[in-house]
């Protein structure tokens, strides 16, 4: 059964701080793995990786994905209150039907 | 820009009443999803949809049914609600497999 982790669970900064989060995983015939923002309602994509080592940036957020040791992080430089969210991340395999597979989440409050 | 559309956006059951939710989405996407979300437990896939009149079994099916007779709508029924479906559902889609999906915002749903 294919498996996401997700790491801390929540996290409190304040404005201007940088911070990390974790995704771990396990699928059989990995596919790609993806970022979502979730604030009070839709989850809205952030970003998509398949290859492994590539850097994917947008504006302060950027993500990268070690395939070899199954894990993403997705970094958020001088947050700002408005990167307060939940952050999903889902992967997706080959395996015929098998769809996104999404994480716990992990909750993060920015405070001014 | 409608995308991803779902109603009701809230609703209170009893414990053996049944309701249907209703997906639009104008996106002239293939793939077509139902989620729960639940505390601490990320999003949970419920039914898919490949294309119209398909359907198919996610992680969660038990106690749902699906219907895709037209490809802009999913329909997610629940024959005899129980509180253990109460949670938040969204619905989602995306135009090919293992690509990013779209979420409509959100039904909350509570049975008492």
């Known amino acids: 059964e294919d498996k996401v982790v997700q790491s801390p669970l929540s996290l409190v900064v304040h404005e201007g701080d940088t911070v990390t989060l974790n995704c771990s995983y396990e699928v059989t015939n990995f596919r790609s793995l993806l970022w979502y923002k979730q604030e009070k309602k839709a989850p809205t994509f952030l970003f998509m990786l398949t290859s492994s080592g590539i850097e994917k940036k947008s504006g302060r957020l950027s993500s990268i994905l070690d395939k070899k040791e199954l894990f993403s992080i997705l970094n958020i430089t001088a947050t700002q209150t408005g990167d307060s969210a939940i952050y999903l991340c889902a992967v997706t395999s080959y395996n015929a039907g098998n769809m996104l597979t999404f994480g716990g989440g992990t909750r993060l409050m920015v405070k001014p | 820009n409608a995308g991803v559309t779902q109603t009701p956006k809230f609703r209170v059951l009893k414990t053996g009443q049944s309701m249907t939710l209703l997906c639009a989405q104008d996106m002239n996407h293939e793939y077509m999803y139902w989620y729960r979300q639940d505390p601490g437990m990320g999003l949970r896939l419920i039914h898919y949809?490949?294309?119209?009149?398909?359907?198919a079994k996610g992680e969660v099916p038990d106690g749902y049914n699906v219907s895709r007779l037209k490809k802009q709508n999913f329909l997610l029924g629940l024959e005899s609600a129980a509180p253990s479906q109460t949670s938040v559902y969204f619905c989602?889609?995306?135009?090919?497999?293992?690509?990013?999906?779209?979420f409509g915002q959100g039904t909350r749903l509570t049975v008492v």
């Open positions: 949809s490949v294309g119209e009149g398909t359907t």
């Open positions: 989602a889609s995306s135009l090919v497999q293992y690509t990013e999906a779209f």
